[in-house]
């Protein structure tokens, strides 16, 4: 490939993120019945047609803001699992990372949580086989542990991870408003009570 077309395909690569970046703050401040293509081109500073080179459809951009998100915490789950390191730390680990987006990716973290209801099919199942990838890669490492008798002989892995994913939700419907629950607090003490109700007891 030539120089000139690297530089294209890494431009259109780069104005695609921003267009998607555009379509998570919209719909995270104005929810995704009270948000238009307009409002997100306007963030762009381009003409709401010049949109559709990106998104065909206000749902299209939906769907790729939560198709990022559901990504981001795949990719992250699945460094973790790869480690070399025991069960408890990696429960610690992915119960961290998926809090990370309330910090570090807050638009999406929202959006995710929030408006994904909102697809229509074909949508809402190409999202959802992203999921159920995300929640293989954590029940795994459930099953890892109960392996190593690290966890209890009798552990549900899925309901195990089911509760991780459950814990890690529910923090964004209060976290910032409930006085000293900073994320490091919320982490650590998530990640506790979920270690300690797994491990195997002597």
């Not at 267009?19 to 998570?24: E, L, M, R, T, Y």
């Not at 299209?60 to 699945?78: K, M, P, Q, T, W």
Request: hydrophobic share 45%.
């Amino acid at each position: 490939m030539h120089a000139a077309a690297r530089r294209s395909v890494v431009n259109g690569r780069r104005r695609l993120a921003e267009a998607v970046d555009a379509a998570a703050k919209v719909f995270a401040r104005r929810g995704y019945h009270g948000a238009s293509t307009q409002d997100i081109a306007d963030v762009l500073g381009m003409r709401q047609a010049s949109l559709y080179y990106y998104f065909e459809s206000k749902e299209a951009a939906l769907e790729a803001v939560i198709r990022v998100a559901v990504e981001d915490y795949a990719s992250r789950a699945l460094r973790i699992a790869r480690k070399e390191t025991s069960a408890s730390e990696k429960v610690a680990a992915l119960i961290r990372t998926h809090l990370a987006p309330m910090v570090e990716r807050v638009e999406y973290s929202r959006v995710f949580l929030g408006e994904r209801r909102f697809l229509q099919d074909p949508a809402r199942k190409r999202i959802r086989a992203m999921e159920l990838r995300y929640e293989r890669i954590i029940q795994r490492v459930m099953a890892e542990g109960v392996a190593s008798r690290e966890f209890r002989a009798d552990l549900d892995t899925r309901l195990a991870m089911l509760a991780l994913l459950g814990l890690g939700n529910s923090a964004a419907a209060w976290f910032g408003r409930e006085p000293g629950m900073d994320f490091e607090r919320i982490t650590a003490g998530y990640a506790d009570f979920l270690v300690r109700s797994f491990r195997t007891t002597h």
